[in-house]
């Protein structure tokens, strides 16, 4: 007998459903850990690429230690610091969870009433929007230091601070206000996932941070004494410019963590036991209050250490008369910071043995007043106080207050900026120049510049660019021993001129030709470059020019010299530049034969060459073809079928870039120079040196020196303590230590060893063309202005106060730059290479000094300060202008000049010292509206009571010292009236 079993109705949707439940949560939970893992896989293999092609780059340089312990100290801090943060982030989360209100509480009829209700909802939002804010900030902080290149020196690191977050809320813009808003409402509704996914972003973000300070940290490591203390702490400088940047980052560590931590975990609470829902909470527990207490302590620690810290910040101050602590910051601020430090620590000594003492009893109330008070402390010693003795005790007595403190600022300004071995001379201009003495500093005459950079660059786009994707980025400035003409008296001469590169702009290459082939394969290397002489010009008014053209059509690819002497003098048989200031992108060499590089035009044709240096990385498998194309983002390199097993990647090949790769605590000069010469030896690595060479001026820099006034520089230290040289065709890069007295130089060699060689070491070639730096001849200039000031009272009363004399160039006034002479100093017995710059007094326009560098033999770096005698009247460069413009026949000429389609353009006003007279020497330019190609028109001089204006200087010079042979062409003037000139100077 079979029995039946009951029917079962079952209800298909409902089945249906959970089954569909019951098969989506494992599926999507799988999907999500298998996209985790992708997505880990893909970044893992990114890093690893990465690391693989910078290590190969730095290996082809032959910098491999210097890699190692860059990636080294740099994945260390990240570690360290995203451990520390995430560890103490955690933990307080997890605190926080186990101490929270689970289950909602009654709450008494006094704690749901409206008014509570209302305060209960402020605390929370306003809680809420200061961890926004500090969260923000951090960010902000994290995300300037990754998007800032990881060649880039530090940037200094702004402080968490009551100030800091009122100007983050005052310049906030409208997408800031909506992340506020936006994470004011995700906090509030689930404030413990939302600070779990804050202790995963702000552990990145402080690994981030840290990494980015490898440096400093590196530094501090490493330190080298100055053997010099400040004179307020007696601590040696190295701890300012070392240490105190690590101490900062630390600082900046513990309160953004220590701040987000103690937020979060009261909002936690606060929110706990849904709290919200029923318009009040409980209460803060007894265990709640034991782990506030301990953050708090933390906290309070930090906060007593950074006004520790703050005390050194004294010795940067701009209260008063003088850059560092003076009478006020002295005597007020700096015993009130210790005192508030102090003090800080007492709370947080007492909110610890709160936290490891609990009793049941509430000192709230003493805390409060405790908090309170220290509150008050705070605002009057830092704030009330200090302003307080500043107008009531210093002001009255300014001087004799500050004097002491004047005089530490002056001597270590002058340390700082190295203005202590400047030597101070008088200059006692005479009015002797006879023709005897112009030909005896005939070297002198024949050296004089009247090209200047921007008619010359312009000059050279128009005649010497060739095709339009040849670029003249720059003209600079240097000199040459050439050999002497057959009839020439010596066999040697020194010739100054301006040398230009051609570089390669692909940006100018026709859209339509700027496919991926031509950009990476075919147009990779500019060719040659020009060099003309400073002093004179063709008769048509063009440059000369002793290095020209891209060859003709007997020799193609050959620069034109001017003589066989100059073709001797400068080596012109490797003009390839694969590495230069326009070379931003990566190419690629040893292609195929369809796909040789473009090497130059030839008439209506292109010449094609493959390049055979040592630059770059050889591609030779696969799979290092792989590598950089993830590294270059570049997935059309895996299959492109123009590559062979010699085919050679050159990246990173802008100057800037490749140095501070290597050395990113150096500062570089704007103003790279080539150089042509037989520089280098062969090596192991180089077997075919280039003849190109980019030499680079690069400075150790601190803003942390104590007392030294940076003025308008955002460093207030600074030392040319290293020249670098690169090959333009292989490459390579070379740093040589000048400076061995310099300390931050000694750290970087302890740090790096093997990374500098030693100066003497540098090929004779190149050394004859090192000069003395333009910027920090600028800054030292600009230094001098105010602290060759050495007598306190002089300094206070600002009695000798000078200035950067301006000049008119074109139609418009600007500061005159210093410029490079060649000539005999006072004191010399042969003709240098130096750099100039003269000094008038605030509110006068005579002239009251001059300075120069010497840059050649053993005399480089040498500076000499030349001071005209108080009581003589030496015209300064706007005086000469305003002699030269408001003369009636040369005014009258250059007005005719602008009426016939010409624009004339007044170049640089050189002043020219001449055994113990001044000449001024300033050239004209005729720029014509239809071509814009200046020609040298002019050139005027003045030399006491003359003005001639002619086309040469031979014939100015002419005009003044011999009239029998002066030019019928040239305008010989006078100079009359000079009493308003000498009134309006006075």
């Known amino acids: 007998m079979t029995r039946k079993l009951p029917r079962v109705s079952l209800d298909r949707d409902r089945w249906t459903a959970i089954g569909h439940h019951a098969l989506s949560v494992p599926f999507w939970k799988g999907f999500a850990r298998v996209l985790v893992l992708c997505l880990g896989m893909i970044l893992a293999g990114d890093i690893l690429c990465h690391l693989i092609a910078e290590s190969l780059w730095f290996s082809a340089l032959g910098y491999e230690q210097v890699f190692a312990s860059q990636i080294t100290i740099r994945v260390g801090l990240w570690i360290f610091s995203l451990g520390a943060t995430a560890s103490l982030l955690v933990f307080n989360l997890r605190q926080a969870r186990q101490r929270q209100y689970r289950e909602p509480v009654m709450l008494s009829a006094e704690r749901t009433t409206l008014p509570a209700l209302v305060r209960y909802l402020v605390v929370v939002i306003g809680l809420s929007v200061l961890m926004a804010c500090v969260l923000m900030q951090t960010g902000q902080t994290a995300f300037q230091f990754w998007q800032s290149s990881a060649a880039a020196p530090p940037q200094v690191l702004l402080q968490l601070s009551v100030s800091s977050l009122v100007a983050l809320l005052r310049t906030a813009v409208l997408w800031q206000w909506v992340c506020i808003g936006g994470f004011t409402g995700l906090l509030i509704a689930n404030p413990s996932l939302?600070?779990?996914?804050?202790?995963?972003?702000?552990?990145?973000?402080?690994?981030?941070?840290?990494?980015?300070?490898?440096?400093?940290?590196?530094?501090?490591?490493?330190a080298t004494s100055f053997n010099q203390v400040d004179p307020i702490f007696g601590r040696d400088i190295a701890f300012y410019i070392f240490a105190l940047p690590v101490f900062e980052l630390l600082r900046f560590w513990a309160t953004a963590t220590l701040l987000t931590s103690l937020l979060g975990v009261l909002l936690i609470y606060l929110l706990s036991g849904n709290s919200l829902s029923q318009g009040g909470m409980p209460g803060i527990s007894p265990p709640q209050q034991r782990h506030l207490y301990g953050l708090s302590a933390g906290l309070m620690f930090t906060l007593a250490a950074g006004l520790w810290l703050d005390r050194f910040q004294l010795l940067y101050s701009t209260q008063g008369v003088l850059f560092g602590a003076g009478f006020t910051d002295s005597h007020v601020d700096l015993p009130a910071r210790t005192l508030l430090s102090w003090g800080g620590v007492a709370i947080a000594l007492f909110l610890t043995w709160r936290t490891c003492f609990w009793t049941k009893s509430r000192p709230r109330y003493s805390l409060l007043i405790?908090?309170?008070?220290?509150?008050?402390?705070?605002?009057?010693g830092a704030v009330i106080l200090p302003q307080i003795v500043q107008s009531v005790i210093v002001q009255p007595n300014e001087l004799r207050r500050e004097q002491p403190y004047i005089e530490r600022s002056i001597a270590l300004t002058r340390e700082a900026f190295d203005l202590g071995s400047v030597e101070t001379k008088t200059f006692n201009p005479t009015a002797k120049l006879t023709p005897e003495r112009l030909k005896a500093n005939d070297i002198t005459i024949r050296n004089i510049r009247l090209w200047d950079t921007r008619p010359l660059l312009e000059a050279n786009r128009q005649l010497q660019r060739i095709r339009l994707y040849y670029e003249f980025p720059d003209a600079d400035i240097d000199r040459y021993t050439l050999k002497a003409e057959s009839n020439s008296t010596t066999a040697t001469e020194k010739r100054q001129v301006l040398v230009s590169a051609r570089e390669l702009d692909y940006s100018a290459v026709p859209q339509k030709a700027q496919t991926w082939v031509n950009r990476h394969l075919i147009y990779t290397h500019g060719y040659g470059f020009t060099m003309s002489p400073v002093n004179i010009a063709e008769s048509s008014g063009l440059p000369t020019y002793f290095v020209k053209d891209i060859g003709t059509e007997a020799d193609a690819g050959t620069l034109q010299t001017a003589t066989n002497e100059i073709r001797a003098s400068i080596p012109t048989d490797r003009p390839r530049i694969y590495y230069g200031e326009l070379t931003r992108n990566y190419v690629m060499t040893g292609t195929r034969e369809k796909n040789k590089e473009l090497d130059y035009p030839s008439g209506n044709d292109n010449v094609y060459n493959t390049y055979d240096g040592s630059?770059?990385?050889?591609m030779s498998s696969y799979w290092r073809r792989?590598?950089?194309?993830?590294y270059l983002r570049d997935w059309r390199m895996l299959f492109s079928r123009n590559f062979t097993t010699e085919t050679r990647v050159l990246f990173r090949r802008q100057l800037e870039s490749r140095v501070q790769t290597i050395a990113p605590f150096l500062q570089l000069d704007r103003e790279p120079y080539l150089v042509a010469a037989n520089g280098m030896p062969p090596s192991d690595t180089v077997q075919q040196p280039g003849t190109l060479y980019w030499m680079i001026d690069a400075y150790t820099t601190s803003h942390l020196f104590p007392y030294s006034d940076p003025g308008e520089e955002s460093f207030n230290y600074i030392r040319n303590s290293v020249k670098v040289v690169v090959d333009a065709y292989n490459g390579n890069v070379t740093l040589y230590s000048i400076d061995e007295t310099d300390p931050i130089l000694r750290t970087w060699q302890q740090v790096f060893p093997g990374l500098f060689q030693p100066f003497s070491t540098m090929p004779p070639a190149l050394r004859s063309h090192i000069r003395y730096?333009?910027?920090?001849?600028?800054a030292q200039s600009h230094s001098l202005l105010t602290y060759h000031m050495t007598d306190p009272q002089v300094f206070y009363n600002r009695e000798d106060q000078w200035r950067i004399p301006n000049?008119?160039?074109g139609e418009k006034s600007q500061q005159v730059q210093p410029y490079y002479l060649t000539m005999k100093l006072p004191e010399a017995e042969s003709e240098e290479f130096i750099l100039l710059s003269p000094f008038t007094p605030v509110g006068r326009n005579n002239l009251i000094a001059w300075m120069a560098a010497r840059s050649d033999g053993d005399s480089y770096g040498r500076r000499l300060l030349y001071q005209f005698p108080k009581r003589e009247l030496v015209f300064g460069p706007e005086q000469i202008e305003a002699l030269i413009n408001q003369d009636p026949i040369i005014s009258q000429q250059i007005s005719l000049w602008d009426t016939q389609g010409s624009g004339v353009i007044?170049?640089?006003?050189?002043?020219?010292p001449i055994d113990n007279s001044l000449l001024y020497v300033e050239p004209l330019y005729l720029e014509a509206e239809e071509t814009s190609v200046p020609i040298l028109a002019r050139v005027i001089v003045v030399y006491e009571n003359q003005i001639v204006m002619a086309k040469t200087l031979d014939q100015a010079l002419n005009g003044i010292f011999s009239p029998s042979d002066q030019s019928a062409d040239a305008i010989v003037r006078p100079v009359e009236d000079l009493l308003p000139?000498?009134?309006?100077?006075?």
Not at 196 to 216: C, D, E, K, N, R
Not at 773 to 778: G, I
Not at 981 to 986: A, M, Q, T, V
């Open 194 to 222: 939302l600070f779990a996914a804050i202790s995963v972003g702000l552990s990145l973000g402080m690994g981030l941070i840290f990494s980015s300070h490898w440096t400093q940290v590196l530094a501090a490591f490493q």
């Open 370 to 380: 405790m908090l309170g008070c220290y509150m008050g402390s705070v605002l009057l």
């Open 615 to 618: 630059g770059g990385i050889v």
């Open 626 to 630: 792989g590598i950089f194309a993830a």
């Open 773 to 778: 730096p333009v910027d920090l001849f600028r």
């Open 807 to 809: 000049e008119i160039y």
């Open 906 to 912: 007044q170049g640089n006003l050189l002043i020219v």
């Open 981 to 986: 000139l000498r009134n309006d100077s006075e």
